[in-house]
Structures are given as C-alpha cells and as structure tokens.
C-alpha cells in the first residue's frame, strides 16, 4: 500500500503513491481515483501512504485496532505512530458522513475531505518506557520474537471467516503446548542477510496465487515435526508411528489417504463464511450457523451455535475444508471475467422485488433484467456467475460456461488434543458420519430459489455421492 502500478497493471517500485497522483490516470484506475470521495481523487499527498511498520509484529503492546482506526479517517501518514502508542492523533483528513449504516447502503463509505488542518500528534514525551530524556526511542521495548497475539492481530479474523478455526490455547495443542506461530512459519535463509528479506514460510494453497514460489519452503509441517524429529524447543514432537500402527493395525493404508488433520481438526467452533452473495449490489454474507446472514466483521467472532464437522476435499488425500460459495455479476473481456463494481449492480438491480425469505438474484427474468440495464450501462459482455456462467442471448439467457471451479479452503490449523482426535473407525464409517454424509451443494441457482436455508436433495447431495461412491463403507 506504499506502491501504485503501472499502466500494465503491475507493482510500480520507481515511486510510491504520493509521487505517482501527479500523473494523468483514467477514472477507475484502482490507485488514484475513488467512487467514496467528494472529487472521486485520491488525496496520498496530504494523507501520506501506508508504509511497512516493523513494530506490528516487534513491539508487544502493538494496538492494531487503533491503527485501523486511523487507516479508516485516511490518516495514512500517521497510522503507524497510533498504532505504536507513541501518541494519540488529532484530527482526520476524511470523515465519514453518514456512520452506522450497514455495508448495504450505497452511502456507508461516503465522506467529506478535512484538507485544511492537518491532523495533530501528540507524543508520550513524558512515557519513560518508551522514549528516552533525549527523545529516542527505547530500544527495550522492541521485540526480537514474535508472539502468537501479533499474528492473529490479523490472521485471527481471516481463519474464523474461512475455517471456522478459532486459534487460542484451549483450541489449538500447539499453542497450549507453548508453540507460536513462527515455530513453523519462520523466517526463510540460512544466513542472518536472507532472513532480514523476512520471506516468511507459508504452506500450500488451493485459492491463492500469492508467491507460489515459497510454497512449502522451510515451512513444519506435521510430518517433519512428528516424524522426521525436526521439531524446536519448548516441546519436542512424539513420534506417532506406534500409535498408528496399533489404532490402524490392518489399516495403514490411512496414514496416507488421510490427511494429519482429517482426524486431529475433527471439529470447528466458529462461524465459517459458506455463501457470499454479491448479486444484489452489496455483500451478504451466510455463515455456518444454517447459512443466517451477518452484518458486520464482527459477527465473526461469535462461536457457532455448536461445534461442527468440516466438509472434506479430495485432493491426492481427503482434507479437511470448507467450502464457499459466490454469486456475482461480472463482465467478460478476452474470455476473462472480472467482477463489477457493486454500484453499478446496485443501480441495474433497482426496482426488482425479491422475497424476503429468498432475497436471491437467481430467477431467469431477473438476471436477464440486471444483465440488460448492464449492458445498456455500457458494459459489453456483462455475466451473472454462480456454479454456471450465464450471458444474454436475444431475450434468453445462455449458459457460457459450466466451467466454475468449486472453491474450499483447507484446514490447516486448530489442532485438537490426542484424545480429541477421531480414533475409531466408525468415528468415519457410518450412515451418520459427517465424513461421508455432509451434504453439499451441487446446483446454486436451484438451491436458493427452492431450498435455502435447508441442504437437501437433489440440489445438494452427501459427499459420498459426488465422490463416485454409492454407498458408505462401513466395517463388518
């Protein structure tokens, strides 16, 4: 956020934001215009830019929520001072016109420029755990290890949102055994020069294209922990190879159709996102809990109603995950689709009477309207998305593409306890495991209109079925 891009749309190192507003860009660049300001321009002169802050993750009384705070009235310049408490901020360079709306409503996000009176710092001169008599920083309050708290500052709200995973010590073994975060996730390089590049170990993802290039590089992970000794200090990882032996005896076959986790995660306690719905010009969200719509971010951080058994994934093993499911409009240019605005959405919806109960965007007539007022509003190839691909054709719609990858984020953390773990067969192998019975969707548009909330047949199956199988294998 300290960088724009270029023309081609790719990162601009040769100078930050504040440097590239002086050039002539079209509306809607991405970098330096705005739908939510009065001038629809970007002000990074006078707000400064989002830089890099060290202390987010090296000084343990970090307030990321006061920095966001700050990030929100475009104090840009001045949201890592907040965040550090090295002072408190007076004044803002936007204010928001109408709070407490919901996301909803298309004025949530408009404001006023504040550009006459720059905004005030106050520092804790007099805080002598802080600065020295000179005015400089005390170095002590700095650091080197990085907790487990920093990184849920913002990783926290992103694994109750797309796990359901709730990381604290009473949920995870590892952090109850004294482990952080780092202890797998550590610094890539062998030498002090390439650690300070902070190239941070990551694992795999099926979603995200972000730096494939250090996926699984240096990361831990259960098997080099437990099985290859190369686990740390505070707790040296024991070897399960005995136990499996014996719980699975007859059964190897397990211990790599599995994955660690299908066993040791057998249960979530938050409220995963499962549907989001962007058809209507606003985001609605559906979370576990019988797919009830929330409002705000912080809904998130309610457990769900009870604990529940993930979805599975099959990969080149059966992974615990969650799936999620999207509804959107889009427009297609040189055989790719990228979403609209969702104002635009908003403006070519208005007027449709949708039910209460079914406030979905999924009847023919209705798309057909949307993509129509789209089209008239100047987008060429305007689509409507959901486990299809619809466009206009005459007055019809036409399926594009049946082509839509499902999405499931996997589970990757949230370890229960030994004695917690799935250990007996028919934990799995029944006609009421959750392993083989979860029921998943399988036609979106039909499941809206006729069944929502309830997941039942034939717009949803059990997963056993669209894995192949026709029945559950059970033991003798």
């Not at 007055?395 to 049946?402: Q, T």
């Not at 773990?421 to 192998?429: F, G, V």
Request: proline share 6%.
């Amino acid at each position: 956020m300290e960088y724009g891009r270029n023309r081609s749309g790719r990162a601009d190192f040769s100078k930050n934001l504040s440097l590239g507003e002086e050039e002539k860009w079209a509306p809607l660049d991405g970098d330096y215009s705005s739908l939510d300001t009065p001038d629809g321009k970007s002000r990074f002169k006078v707000s400064g830019v989002v830089e890099a802050d060290c202390l987010m993750c090296h000084l343990p009384s970090y307030d990321l929520r006061e920095r966001n705070i700050q990030l929100s009235k475009r104090n840009y310049r001045w949201a890592a001072t907040a965040g550090a408490k090295l002072g408190t901020v007076e004044g803002a360079i936007f204010t928001f016109t109408h709070r407490g709306l919901d996301p909803s409503d298309p004025r949530f996000y408009r404001g006023v420029w504040n550009l006459e009176k720059r905004p005030i710092v106050h520092y804790h001169w007099s805080d002598k755990n802080l600065f020295t008599p000179e005015g400089r920083l005390q170095g002590a309050t700095i650091s080197k290890r990085v907790s487990a708290r920093h990184c849920l500052q913002c990783h926290d709200l992103g694994e109750r949102k797309n796990t359901g995973t709730i990381m604290s010590p009473g949920r995870d073994v590892h952090l109850s055994q004294g482990f952080t975060c780092t202890d797998c996730h550590g610094l890539i390089g062998a030498s002090k020069t390439e650690r300070l590049t902070h190239q941070i170990a990551k694992g795999h993802s099926l979603i995200n294209r972000l730096r494939d290039d250090l996926d699984g590089k240096e990361m831990k992970t259960c098997v080099s922990c437990h099985v290859e000794g190369k686990s740390r200090p505070p707790k040296v990882a024991p070897n399960p190879y005995a136990t499996h032996s014996r719980i699975f005896n007859g059964y190897r076959f397990h211990t790599y159709l599995l994955d660690c986790l299908a066993c040791h995660a057998p249960l979530r306690p938050g409220r995963a996102l499962l549907l989001l719905d962007m058809s209507r010009g606003y985001e609605a969200a559906y979370v576990m809990d019988r797919l009830e719509r929330i409002k705000a971010e912080g809904d998130y951080f309610i457990s769900a109603a009870s604990p529940w058994s993930p979805w599975m994934m099959r990969t080149t093993r059966y992974e615990p995950a969650v799936p999620k499911w999207f509804i959107w409009f889009g427009n297609e240019t040189n055989g790719e689709f990228s979403p609209i605005p969702l104002r635009f959405v908003a403006e070519a919806r208005r007027g449709l009477s949708l039910k209460k109960d079914r406030p979905f965007v999924v009847q023919d007539e209705e798309i057909w309207t949307v993509l129509t007022r789209l089209k008239k509003m100047g987008f060429e190839n305007p689509v409507f998305v959901a486990d299809k691909i619809w466009g206009l054709a005459e007055s019809k719609l036409k399926v594009l593409s049946s082509a839509v990858d499902k999405v499931y984020y996997p589970i990757a953390h949230g370890v229960a306890e030994k004695k917690a773990a799935l250990r007996e067969c028919r934990s799995c192998h029944d006609q009421n495991s959750p392993f083989f019975t979860r029921m998943e969707m399988v036609n979106l548009r039909a499941f809206l209109a006729s069944d929502f909330p309830s997941m039942k047949e034939p717009n949803s199956l059990p997963q056993f079925k669209i894995w192949g199988l026709k029945h559950i294998p059970t033991p003798p």
